[in-house]
Nanobody, 122 residues
Framework: QVQLVESGGGLVQPGGSLRLSCAASGSGFSIYAMGWYRQAPGKQRELVATITSTGSTDYKDSVKGRFTISRDNAKNTLYLQMNSLKPEDTAVYYC????????????????WGQGTQVTVSS
């Protein structure tokens, strides 16, 4: 129903910035909540940030104040602006489309095999 392709990752020094993009195709982009996940080697995939269809946002505590999730419905694109990056932010980042219920985000669509690599290192 929706296809998601992440881009924008790369190698950055600690304190640097990156802007990730998630291009969506298919129908109904504007009605979905969207989320960014990340997974570091040997660790479980974790939810980093979410944005509802109306623009409300939520973040993992460790990225609050540093990351900003946004969306452009006209372009069917989700973004994650990452500032003040830390080595612990190193991971493969994935986007997803889903829903919120009871304060919990439930992903419905995601391409875990894609993702974009973010490496924070000096």
């Amino acid at each position: 129903q929706v296809q998601l392709v992440e881009s924008g990752g790369g190698l950055v020094q600690p304190g640097g910035s990156l802007r990730l993009s998630c291009a969506a195709s298919g129908s109904g982009f504007s009605i979905y909540a969207m989320g960014w996940y990340r997974q570091a080697p040997g660790k479980q995939r974790e939810l980093v940030a979410t944005i509802t269809s109306t623009g409300s946002t939520d973040y993992k505590d460790s990225v609050k104040g540093r990351f900003t999730i946004s969306r452009d419905n006209a372009k069917n694109t989700l973004y994650l602006q990452m500032n003040s990056l830390k080595p612990e932010d190193t991971a493969v980042y994935y986007c997803s489309a889903g829903e919120y219920y009871g304060g919990i985000y439930y992903p419905q669509f995601a391409s875990w095999g894609q993702g974009t690599q973010v490496t924070v290192s000096s």
